[in-house]
C-alpha cells in the first residue's frame, strides 16, 4: 500500500493483520451486521481531539464550544458534554439536539445571520451563555424579544475583521464580501446602542474567520483586530468580559500542512495574556474529521479499456457531499489489505443519477466486486449535510469503542422518509 505517511497518521483507521480498523474493531465486522453505506467514529479519537486542544489552552480561563453543525449525532453531542464541551449552534433544531444530548443550556452560544423569532425566543427561555450577533436588525429584534419575555438577553456582536482566511471561497467567511459579521466600523455605534439597552447585556466580542484553515496568521491577525476593539470599547466604559475565536482549525485531508495546535495555543495565550477576558473557540472539523469514515460496499465495477474505470460504490452524494460541493479530497482504503485483484486507477462514484455524484477520482486501487472500502476523514460535515436525494435512505452510523461498537443512529427506512407526506 502507498499512502503518504501524513494520511494515515492523520485517520484514527489503521491495518491490523490486513484488516482495516477503527481502534481494535474491524469495518468488516461493522458491515457485516449494520450494513452499508455507514458512518463509523472512533470515540478515543474524538475524546483526544478534544483533549489536545483543551490543553493548549489550559492557562487561560476557556471553554470549548463545539460547532454542532460539523457532526450533529447526539452520541457525539453526548461525549462532547461529558468531556466539559460547550455547544456552538446556528439553529433551534440544533439547540434541542444539544438539551436531548445533555448540554448545559448556559454553555451554549448562538450564531448565525438569520436567527429567526421562534428560535430567538426557545433561546431565550432556554436561557442560553450568549447570542452572537450579525447585524443591527438581529440586535434590535433581539432586544424586542427579550422585552417581551421579560429576560435580558446576553450578546456579543460577530465582527467581520475583514481577513482573508486563505481557504476555499465557500467556507471563507471573515471578508467584507461575505455576509457574516458586523464591520468593524459599525461595531463601536452598536456596542453603545446594545450597552444603553436594559433588555441587553453585553458579553463579548466573536468572530470567525472561515473554515479549514491551516495557517494560523489570519486567526492572530482577527484576534489582533477583535483586541482593538476591545480596548476602544473600554475607552467608552464598556467592558467586555468574554472573547469568541471561532472555529476553523484546519485538518490533514492529503498532504496539508498539520494545524498546530500547541503553537496556535500558547500565541493566544501570549496575546490574552494580563487581560480580563473569559476565551472561547468554536472548533468542529477539528474535533471529529478524522474520527470518522464512511464505510461503503463496491456494488460494480466498470472497468474502460480506454479512458476511466468506474468503482460505483453504495454510498453517493447524498451521504458525502464535501467532493460534489467543494471538490474535497477524501482518502480511500480497502478495508482488506489482501485483495486478489490488479491496481488500477478508480473513480469511486455513487448511483446517484448526476456526473458529479463522485466520492475520490483517480485512485490507485485493487478493486474487486463486493469488497469494502473506507472513505477517510468523513466525521465532519458528512452525516449532517446528507439529504434524501433520489429517495435514499440516510446511512446508519456506528461508534467504535476499543473492541465494541453500538449503534448510535439506525439506518433511515423508506417507511421514515414517506411518513412526513401526504396528499
Ligand atoms: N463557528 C461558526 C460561526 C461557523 O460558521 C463554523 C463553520 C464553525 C464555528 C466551525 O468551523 P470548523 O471548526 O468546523 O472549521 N461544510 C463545509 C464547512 C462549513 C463550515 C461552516 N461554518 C465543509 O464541509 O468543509
Redesign the pocket.
Known sequence: MTLQPTLMNASAARYSDGALRLEQTNLSAIAETVGTPAYVYSESMLSEQYRVLDESLKTLPHQI?Y?V??NSTLAILKLFAELGAGF?I?SGGELSRVLAAGGAPDRVVF??VGKSTEEIDFALKTGIECF?VESASELARISQRAQLLHKRAPVAL?INPNVDAMT?P??S?GLKENK?GVAQEDAVILYQQAHADPHLRVKGI?C?I????SDPEPLFDALDQLLLLVDELNKQGIVLSDIDL?????VVYQDESDFDVDAWGSSVVQRLAGRDLHLSV????????NAGILLTRVEYLKPAESGKNFAVVDAAMNDL??PS??Q?WHGVLPVSENSEARAKRWDIVGPICESGDWLAKDRQLALREGDLIAILSAG???S??SSNYNTRPRAAEVMVSGEKYRVVRRRESLQDILSTESF
Not at 472561515?210 to 484553515?213: A, C, E, F, N, R
Not at 471561532?246 to 484546519?250: A, P, R, S, T
Not at 468554536?282 to 474529521?289: D, H, K, S
Open positions: 464550544h460547532a453543525k460539523a456552538d446556528v450564531s448565525g452572537n460577530r476555499h465557500y467556507i467567511t457574516f466573536a470567525h472561515g473554515s479549514q484553515i471561532g472555529g476553523g482549525f484546519g468554536e472548533p468542529g472539523r477539528f474535533l471529529t474529521a457531499l464535501r460541493l467543494y474535497a465532519a460535515y458528512g449532517t449535510l
